[in-house]
């Protein structure tokens, strides 16, 4: 083997791995970056149809200050509004969060939760939040959408599904002020990783979503490699000494991996540290776009819909991007939380969007014939679900890591969190200097990847 | 502008220019709210070892004459223009150069490091000793005309590569300049070289420590200037700054300016999209503002939280 440093291996031509390169590069570190699907972008991915409708899977925002960290601010424009309600009846559309407090219900039994005795154990989901918002508000709305995204009941459900970082109430008030004043979508608690301010708002790159991935892409020293799936990664037990892509055994001590926690346990050869994470589920998603005629046709961009609808959310992404949908028209997506094998996941599209256009009256009274078209995706990795039953393990992967020297696991799949890519980005700049330096300590692989293999074949 | 000429802005990622760690985490984003040379945004990120808040990504050395345009205030500072604001100031900077300057040699050999178009020099010509040897360079042709118009001494050059015999310097000032450039270690380390042992250099720069950085750092910051200050100070990464560059702190304090103050304001209401009647009271042409922040800043300085550092560093004997 040679005496240079050899490369830091990035599995997943994602967001996640984009960026992993690109840091890892800042970091005087060569990355080489393998993709097993024909394309970068993975759940990143945009296209425009014939109609000139743009689509992001499901819908996507990000900030201002995670394109200029980029440096792609120029090529984004900035959204003119953003907003979120609740759909509570066919009348009742209060803003979320603030909004909820003008239902007299929700703070009554708000206030009697703070003053009954407090409970000791809030470990549970539902708890949790019964605790937090009042039992009717818990039970009318968080919980409902807590268990459409996560298909499992409340109880069975961990409390740390609840962001780390919630926004403040006089926050909130301030930020919806500065939203107006400015006539930008300030962003309101959307990213963990780093606070929300009157001068981080809402933009979006011309070209989508997709145009950022390509962008770092373009930036990295050597192109991603495409249609080249990691099979294996070797270890000594210990530490990672290499991988196998597409039938190629590489050396090296340090893999990044972007794929699902669970599907990278499976790679793991020489050691059984990662199997405990083997049973961590994803809940997919059904996402059904609507093309219509018209615009402005719900309340706000997102409604969220606890009860009596079969999705539990529906978007109207032109409102905030008009310019991703022909003049005078728009799209809503509604989402259905659904796990493949079951009925919704097994719907044909016809019948998803049958079922969507049946039941959107409440919000959409002429929706049946203002439709144009639609398209339908099924997305297995929506939500990592914060399951009871492996919250321990959960908890060990996100402040120890993988257990084994020299693999990381990031991304919002690879950490197994609810993040979005600004958080993936912050995350990634604060951990790559300490795996360069890693990396670069242990330049000189210790155990070859035969030995590894002979192990294997003997064992 | 041209718009062609916007998009002739590149960005490039960079490093703290003290530790050389590449993991700032972001404070403020904002864009040219001043001159609107580009269409970027700008990220002002936080060294966690160092405390330095610098750009990152920030433009390119290829995009400095974009982002750098005719206006710019440092080429065009001149009486007639700013009127009395720019008698009061000539009358303060004077008195705190010389100040600074006291117990120099009468013959005393003094640099002026980023000159711009020899304020600062003339200055000391006008009211410094008759004895003393007034030297200068900056890099931008303009103002090296400029200075040169005045009949000053003015090298076009970058501090690194000047003629100056090392060690033949009693004085260096370097005022409103380090925030400007990219590698300021480098720079530090050059006068150092220029100075004689136990050789002084008086810096002045926009302080991170400063109550008007703290309230609007988030975008609107004056001390900002997106996108051409790339590296801003506080009192612990100065420190650090004097280290990494071999020089000894021989004084570390703040002083007044009310620049800041008034552009953090105006930067808010351009954004804010105010009417521009309101806009125009906040400018270095609107005495009433000036004054006003030049006592509320006043204040600050007497705690040690001026809107500017007031450094003299020295060259170890
Ligand atoms: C409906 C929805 C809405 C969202 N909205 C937002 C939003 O508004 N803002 C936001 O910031 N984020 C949003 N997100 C999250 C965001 O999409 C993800 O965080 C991000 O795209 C994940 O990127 P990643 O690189 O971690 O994973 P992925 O994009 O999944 O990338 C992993 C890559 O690894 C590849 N791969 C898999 N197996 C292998 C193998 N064996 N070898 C090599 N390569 C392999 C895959 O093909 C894929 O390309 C949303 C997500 C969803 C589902
Ligand atoms: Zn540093």
Same mark, same amino acid.
């Given at each position: 083997m040679s005496t240079s440093t050899p490369p830091v291996i990035v599995l997943g031509g994602g967001i996640a791995g984009l960026l992993a390169a690109h840091e890892l590069g800042r970091n005087g570190v060569a990355a080489e970056v393998y993709e097993?699907?024909? $394309?970068?972008?993975?759940?990143?991915a945009s296209h425009t149809d014939a109609d000139g409708f743009s689509y992001d899977v499901g819908a996507h925002f990000v900030t201002n200050r995670f394109m200029a960290a980029l440096g792609m601010r120029a090529n984004c424009r900035v959204l003119p509004r953003y907003g979120e309600v609740v759909h509570l009846s066919a009348k009742k559309h209060p803003v979320y969060p603030i909004g909820l407090l003008g239902v007299p219900r929700f703070v009554r039994s708000a206030v009697w939760e703070k003053v009954r005795r407090p409970k000791r154990d809030l470990s549970v989901a539902a708890d949790r939040f019964r605790h937090d918002y009042g039992r009717k508000l818990a039970d009318e709305v968080a919980l409902p959408l807590l268990e459409a995204w996560s298909g499992l009941p409340a109880d069975q459900l961990s409390a740390s599904v609840i962001d780390k970082i919630p926004t403040g109430l006089a926050q909130t008030i301030w930020l919806r002020m500065a939203q107006r004043m400015t006539k930008r979508a300030v962003m309101i608690?959307?990213?963990? &990783?780093e606070p929300s301010a009157t001068g981080v708002f809402h933009v979006y790159p011309d070209g989508g979503i997709a145009a950022i991935c390509q962008h770092v892409a373009d930036g990295l020293a050597q192109p991603v490699q495409v249609g080249q799936p990691a099979e294996k990664i070797y270890t000594d037990g210990e530490r990672v000494v290499g991988v196998r892509i597409a039938g190629r055994d590489i050396e090296t001590n340090t893999v990044i991996s972007t794929l699902p926690i669970n599907r990278l346990t499976q790679l793991i050869e020489g050691s059984d540290r990662l199997d405990r994470f083997r049973r961590f589920q994803f809940r997919g998603l059904v996402l059904v776009n609507l093309k219509l005629t018209? $615009? &402005?046709?719900?309340?706000?961009?997102i409604v969220w819909t606890p009860h009596g609808f079969p999705y539990f959310r529906v978007t109207e992404a032109p409102m905030a991007m008009p310019w991703i949908a022909p003049v005078d028209k728009t799209m809503i997506l509604c989402e259905f939380g659904a796990q493949p094998g079951d009925e919704v996941w097994a719907m044909t599209d016809e019948e998803a969007v049958e079922r969507c256009v049946s039941t959107l009256d409440p919000l959409i009274p002429d929706v049946r014939s203002r439709l144009l078209g639609a398209s339908v995706l099924r997305q297995p990795l929506g939500y990592p679900v914060f399951a009871l039953d492996y919250e321990p393990d959960r908890a060990a992967l996100a402040a120890e890591g993988t257990g084994i020297a020299g693999l990381h696991s990031v991304g919002r799949n690879g950490e197994f969190d609810h993040i979005l890519m600004e958080d993936t980005f912050w995350r990634l700049r604060r951990r790559i200097p300490a795996i360069a330096r890693d990396h670069h300590r242990c330049s000189v692989v210790a155990s070859s990847i035969e030995g590894v293999h002979n192990e294997h074949s003997t064992a | 502008m041209a718009a062609d000429e916007r998009e002739s802005v590149t960005l490039e990622n960079v490093a *703290? *220019?003290?530790? %050389? %760690?590449?993991d700032g985490t972001p404070v403020g984003v904002g864009e040219d709210f001043e001159y609107h040379t580009t269409s970027h945004s700008f990220l002002a990120v936080r060294c966690p070892r160092c405390e330095l808040i610098y750009l990152d990504p920030r433009p390119t050395p290829a995009s400095l004459p974009v982002i750098y345009p005719d206006e710019y205030h440092a080429f065009a500072f001149d009486e007639e223009q700013f009127g009395l604001v720019h008698k009061v100031r000539s009358r303060l900077e004077a008195r705190r150069l010389l100040r600074a300057g006291r117990g120099l040699p009468a013959d005393a050999h003094v640099l002026d490091v980023g *000159?711009?178009?020899?304020f600062h020099l003339d200055l000391l010509r006008q009211h410094g000793p008759k004895g003393w040897q007034l030297h200068g360079v900056d890099t931008d042709a303009r103002a090296v005309a400029a200075a040169r118009g005045r009949g000053l001494d003015v090298e076009e050059q970058p501090v690194e590569t000047s003629a100056l015999a090392p060690g033949s310097i009693d004085f260096a000032l370097c005022i409103q300049t380090i925030e400007h450039v990219g590698d300021p270690v480098a720079i530090l380390r050059a006068i150092g070289k220029l100075l004689k042992p136990g050789g002084r250099l008086y810096l002045i720069t926009d302080n991170t420590g400063s109550p008007d950085f703290k309230i609007t750092k988030g975008r609107h910051w004056g001390g900002y200037h997106f996108p051409r200050h790339w590296n801003l100070f506080n009192k612990a990464s100065m420190r650090k700054l004097a280290e990494a560059a071999d020089l000894e702190v021989a004084k570390l304090s703040t002083t007044t300016s009310p620049v800041n103050w008034t552009y953090s304001v105006r930067n808010t209401l351009v954004d804010w999209n105010a009417p521009s009647w309101m806009v125009n009271?906040?400018?270095?042409?609107?005495a009433p503002a000036l004054a006003a922040f030049t006592a509320f800043d006043t204040a600050f300085t007497v705690i040690g939280r001026g809107a500017l550092l007031r450094v003299i560093l020295r060259r170890p004997q």
């Open positions: 097993a699907g024909p $394309r970068i972008a993975g759940m990143a608690g959307y990213c963990k &990783e018209g $615009r &402005e046709l719900l309340p706000d961009v | *703290c *220019c003290i530790c %050389g %760690g590449v *000159c711009g178009d020899g009271r906040f400018s270095l042409k609107a």
